[in-house]
Each structure stands twice: as C-alpha cells, then as structure tokens.
C-alpha cells in the first residue's frame, strides 16, 4: 500500500510539471517575461527529476534478495542526489539567460502575467503541503526532495511577481526586472538544492540523526519480558524503513536459549510497535551489578 502510495504522488508531482511547464512557457513568451520562461525551465527540469524519482521508487522498493538481504532501499538518496543535480543545472541555465537578457534590451512584461504567478504560486505552495506530507508519511527521502521542487518552483514564482511589480510601477528604464528577479530566484534555487542534498548524504553514509526514535525503540525494548536494561541502540534507513541495531542487559544465569528467544520476541515487539522497522540485530549482554563484574 505504501509503495503504491509513494508512486502515486510522483505521478501527481510529474503530470502538474508538465502542465505548469507549457503553460509557463506560453504566458511566459506572450507575456514578455523570462522570468516566467525561466519559471517554466525548472517545471520542465522538475518533469525530468519526478520521472526519476519514479524509477527510483520501483527499484527501492523491490524485496530483499541474496545479493541484496537489506533490500534496494539504498537507491533514495542516490535518486536524491540526481534531483539535486536537476535542481543545480536549472539554476546555472536560469542565472546565465537572466544575465545575458539584463543586458539585453526588451519590452516591459504584460501585467496580466501577474494573475497567472499568483495561481502558480498558490498551486505551487499547496502541491508542496501535499508532497511533503505524504513525503514524511512514507519516510521517503526522495519524495520530500521532490516536494521541494514544488516550493522552489514556488519560490521562483514568488520572484517573478516581485519583479514584474517593479517592471510595471517603475515604468520605463525598469524593463529588465523581472530578469534580475529570475537571477534572484536562480540564487533560492541552489540553496534549496543544498538544503535535499544534505540530509540524503548523511542517509548514505548512516548519519545517526534518529535520537528520538532511539529512544523509544529503547523504551519499547524494556517492555519485552527478560530485557533488564539497553544499552547501544543504532539506526540504519534503507528506503522508506529502518534497521535497528540493538544491545540489551538480560539475566546473566539464563540459558542462551533463553537469551535467544528474548531477542526473536524483542524483534517481533519493535516490528509490531514501530511498522516502519524492518529488521533488529539484536546483541544480548548479561546484566551485571557493581559487585559481580564480569571479566
């Protein structure tokens, strides 16, 4: 259900890009606004980054395998780090077409482009609202980043109106600023790359960032019948789920059968608890007081 779920919201994301992206384009040239036709570059780069946020969620999702036993969910942040690269390469291409028409004269922007921004704008900000909602519900990594394609696409929107207001009061003399607005906007852009690639970087390099969720597997742990105490407790996300290596305190004159099968009911009571989870390596350690170390 949560694959079929994560798809779907992709789909959302690509076919509003594409609608969004012709249409930017086409107010965008009638209108005389490149700040606009650069609005429209990132929705058409957006298409490509959602297309590829697709692919990578039918291989992320795949079951574990022999050669693969902690399943494909590595693929995210990789997929990630090329929405990233889509989000970079529409900055260079906007900043570089702003700078070479900021020296270019040209007619004023039409105002009736401002309506047509103000609906981008608000469609933009609720596709965000929706993706990363749904982002943060799947645990998806990828998914949020494409959600920020939304708020950038946003953002740059926003610029565009600012620019084109000034375009507009200023009068002549003041045609090219929606150009600098899109410059502005190219800026925001490559900021808000930096702010997706940061986090799937560390999901790559398993940054441990969970201190909340350890807590409560931890808490969760000590509800298993024979778990005396916890100690170690690290986090792995492949994917949209969790895997969670654990080192519990038992009774050290039980048997290592019994030690045993309190780590099978320690895994089965955090898959329970916490759905997300999908694999516990457990490490049991006998519990010992101040008076009785053990060597």
């Given at each position: 259900?949560?694959q079929?779920e994560?798809k779907?919201?992709?789909l959302?994301?690509?076919?509003?890009n594409?609608?969004l992206?012709a249409?930017?384009?086409?107010v965008g040239?009638?209108?005389?606004?490149?700040?606009?036709?650069a609005?429209?570059?990132?929705?058409?780069?957006?298409?490509?980054?959602?297309?590829?946020?697709?692919?990578g969620l039918k291989i992320s999702?795949?079951?574990?395998?022999?050669?693969?036993p902690y399943g494909h969910g590595?693929?995210?942040p990789?997929i990630t780090f090329?929405v990233?690269?889509?989000?970079?390469f529409s900055s260079?291409i906007?900043?570089?077409?702003?700078?070479?028409?900021?020296?270019t004269?040209?007619e004023?922007?039409k105002?009736?482009?401002l309506?047509?921004?103000l609906l981008?704008?608000l469609?933009?900000e609720?596709?965000?609202?929706?993706?990363?909602?749904?982002?943060?519900k799947?645990?998806?990594?990828?998914i949020?980043?494409?959600?920020?394609?939304?708020r950038s696409?946003a953002?740059?929107?926003?610029?565009?109106?600012?620019?084109i207001?000034?375009?507009?009061?200023?009068g002549?003399?003041?045609?090219n600023?929606?150009?600098?607005a899109?410059?502005?906007?190219?800026?925001?852009?490559?900021?808000?790359?930096y702010?997706?690639?940061?986090?799937?970087?560390?999901?790559?390099?398993?940054?441990?960032?969970y201190?909340?969720?350890?807590?409560?597997?931890?808490?969760?742990a000590?509800e298993?019948?024979?778990?005396?105490?916890?100690?170690?407790?690290y986090?792995?996300?492949?994917?949209?789920?969790?895997f969670?290596d654990i080192?519990v305190r038992?009774n050290?004159?039980?048997?290592?059968?019994?030690?045993?099968?309190?780590a099978?009911?320690?895994?089965n009571?955090l898959?329970d608890?916490f759905?997300?989870i999908e694999?516990?390596?457990?490490?049991v350690?006998p519990?010992?007081?101040d008076?009785?170390p053990?060597?």
């Amino acid at each position: 259900m949560n694959q079929n779920e994560a798809k779907n919201t992709v789909l959302f994301s690509l076919a509003l890009n594409a609608f969004l992206a012709a249409a930017k384009f086409t107010v965008g040239v009638l209108g005389n606004s490149f700040a606009i036709i650069a609005d429209a570059i990132e929705s058409t780069a957006d298409i490509f980054s959602s297309f590829v946020v697709f692919l990578g969620l039918k291989i992320s999702t795949k079951p574990s395998d022999e050669k693969h036993p902690y399943g494909h969910g590595k693929i995210e942040p990789l997929i990630t780090f090329i929405v990233v690269a889509f989000l970079a390469f529409s900055s260079f291409i906007i900043a570089m077409e702003a700078i070479k028409n900021i020296r270019t004269p040209h007619e004023m922007p039409k105002s009736f482009t401002l309506i047509f921004l103000l609906l981008v704008i608000l469609f933009k900000e609720l596709s965000f609202q929706y993706v990363n909602k749904k982002g943060k519900k799947l645990n998806s990594t990828s998914i949020k980043a494409d959600a920020w394609h939304h708020r950038s696409d946003a953002i740059t929107s926003v610029a565009a109106f600012i620019g084109i207001c000034i375009a507009l009061i200023g009068g002549k003399g003041w045609e090219n600023a929606d150009d600098w607005a899109a410059l502005v906007a190219s800026g925001l852009i490559l900021y808000n790359a930096y702010l997706i690639f940061r986090p799937a970087l560390g999901e790559l390099l398993d940054e441990q960032k969970y201190d909340d969720l350890i807590q409560q597997i931890k808490a969760a742990a000590l509800e298993v019948s024979g778990v005396e105490n916890t100690e170690k407790c690290y986090i792995r996300k492949f994917g949209m789920n969790y895997f969670v290596d654990i080192h519990v305190r038992v009774n050290r004159h039980i048997s290592v059968e019994e030690g045993h099968n309190i780590a099978h009911h320690l895994k089965n009571h955090l898959v329970d608890v916490f759905p997300y989870i999908e694999g516990v390596m457990t490490h049991v350690e006998p519990m010992v007081d101040d008076s009785s170390p053990v060597p």
